[in-house]
């Protein structure tokens, strides 16, 4: 059964945001300390990537861990209402981002995913792995 009444859990959803979240402010201004000029949410790539470098073809994606299932396994059994709706479109994020990686990796694009907690702990980190992707596609 759910915590929340039904009007408590619409205010919620409709709070989620898919583009400006606090993990991509985060990271994209880690990125511009580093000097890494980008594109957000380009319609043109696949997935539309949360940060793409186009000219070294690199898609970042910042995932949050509910959204896109991480330890999805053990996760799904937390479910406790409404699962005939959360768990199909949850798994439905997973295989998109799979067929996202695949279809771009075959095209030659580097693509780098964090998870939102990573992003948290150390936007510094992931940024670094950005710009050593970058300068790895350079040579």
Same mark, same amino acid.
């Given at each position: 059964m !759910?915590?929340?009444t039904?009007?408590?859990r619409s205010?919620?959803m409709?709070?989620?945001?898919?583009k400006g979240?606090?993990?991509?402010?985060?990271?994209g201004?880690a990125?511009?300390?580093?000097?890494? *000029?980008?594109r957000?949410? !380009?319609?043109?790539?696949?997935?539309? #990537? !949360? $940060?793409?470098f186009?000219k070294?073809?690199?898609?970042?994606?910042?995932?949050?861990?509910?959204?896109?299932g991480?330890?999805?396994?053990?996760?799904? %059994?937390d $479910?406790?209402? %409404? *699962?005939?709706?959360?768990i #199909?479109?949850?798994e439905?994020n997973?295989a *998109?981002?799979f067929?996202?990686?695949k279809?771009?990796?075959?095209?030659?694009?580097?693509v /780098?995913r $964090?998870?939102?907690n990573? /992003?948290?702990?150390n &936007?510094?980190r992931? &940024?670094?792995k950005?710009? %050593?992707? /970058? %300068?790895?596609g350079?040579?």
């Open positions: !759910d915590r929340l039904k009007e408590q205010k919620n409709q709070a989620v945001k898919s979240s606090k993990i991509e402010i985060l990271l201004k990125l511009w300390k580093l000097g890494l *000029r980008y957000k949410n !380009d319609l043109t790539v696949l997935g539309k #990537p !949360d $940060f793409v186009k070294y073809k690199v898609a970042v994606f910042c995932d949050s861990e509910f959204w896109h991480k330890n999805w396994e053990l996760r799904k %059994n $479910f406790k209402s %409404n *699962r005939e709706f959360w #199909p479109k949850i439905q997973i *998109r981002d067929y996202v990686n279809e771009l990796l075959e095209t030659g694009w580097t /780098i $964090f998870w939102g990573e /992003i948290k702990q &936007a510094e992931c &940024a670094q950005v710009l %050593n992707s /970058i %300068n790895t350079k040579k």
